[in-house]
């Protein structure tokens, strides 16, 4: 592995807030095609709303831009979320992000990136896990 | 519930290169070759594929169809195969293993060939 590689083994993402809105929850509901009556009122956070917190994240830098990732090489290769607590409309949720592994396996670049989720309580409610690929 | 059952399939509807601009705008993953055709043909993609995460998505529902969302502990996935406008996909899980305080269980998105898109391992707090 290259050492530029290795360096970024730790490298923290820019910390953010994101409010959780029932209009960011009905258009994923949306976007999916679930159309319970639930989820179209924008009352149930889908398992996948997580995924709406790390881009929203991304608005002034970008994972691309700070990994120095090729957009047209880029997979995604693996996602793990760890439900804690609860996650519920209105909740304002500041997440932290690192790199917590870079590995080149197979002339493929692959970075492990963790964030956590947490409330405006205080409590941990989300961790999530992303393999990002970069193709050689 | 016990180890072995099988869960109700969910059946998405066509996925169509709308549905992906949509989804984009949704989750904010803009990255072009979901949603413009020459950049994922210059990607060598040979056209635009479907967000991972957009798939893991119909997994997703499905679950909160089989569950309360409330009990989902866990949900890892590996994507597994591309998927592209003009497939069809199904749902399908069930039960592996349980544990005293949960289900363990696993589903997988699969097309109309029955190609395995995703494969998702989930954990349940029982009631």
């Known amino acids: 592995m290259s050492t530029g590689l290795q360096e970024k083994v730790g490298m923290k993402l820019d910390t953010y807030n994101f409010k959780i809105e029932k209009g960011k929850l009905k258009e994923l509901a949306l976007a999916i095609g679930d159309l319970r009556e639930e989820s179209l009122k924008g009352e149930l956070v889908l398992p996948t709303f997580p995924t709406v ?8 830098s970008t994972l691309e831009d700070l990994l120095g990732l090729n957009l047209q090489k880029v997979l995604h290769g693996e996602q793990e979320y ?12 500041t ?15 692959f970075y492990i990136i963790k964030k956590e989720f947490v409330n405006q309580n205080g409590e941990t409610v989300l961790i999530s896990r992303s393999t990002i690929i970069e193709r050689h | 519930m ?32 979901h949603t413009v055709v020459p950049f994922a043909e210059s990607a060598g993609l040979g056209g635009v594929i479907a967000h991972g995460m957009l798939v893991k998505g119909f997994v997703g529902q499905a679950i909160s169809q089989w569950f309360s969302t409330k009990d989902l502990v866990k949900f890892s996935t590996r994507f597994r195969a591309m998927t592209r406008p003009g497939e069809k996909i199904t749902v399908q899980g069930s039960v592996v293993e349980e544990t005293e305080e949960r289900w ?9 060939a029955g190609e395995v898109k995703v494969k998702s391992s989930f954990e349940i707090k029982k009631r």
Do not use: W
Request: charged share 25%; proline share 4%; net charge negative.
């Open chain 1, 53 to 60: 917190v790390d881009f929203m994240g991304e608005e002034t």
């Open chain 1, 82 to 93: 760890e439900y804690l607590g609860e996650m519920k409309p209105g909740d304002d949720l």
């Open chain 1, 95 to 109: 997440v932290t992000g690192v790199i917590e592994n870079v590995y080149t396996k197979a002339s493929m670049d």
């Open chain 2, 2 to 33: 016990e180890v072995g059952y099988q869960f109700e399939p969910l059946h998405k509807e066509e996925i169509t290169h709308s549905q992906l601009v949509r989804y984009a705008g949704a989750s904010g993953d803009f990255n072009p070759i």
């Open chain 2, 104 to 112: 363990i269980c696993q589903a997988e998105a699969v097309n109309e």
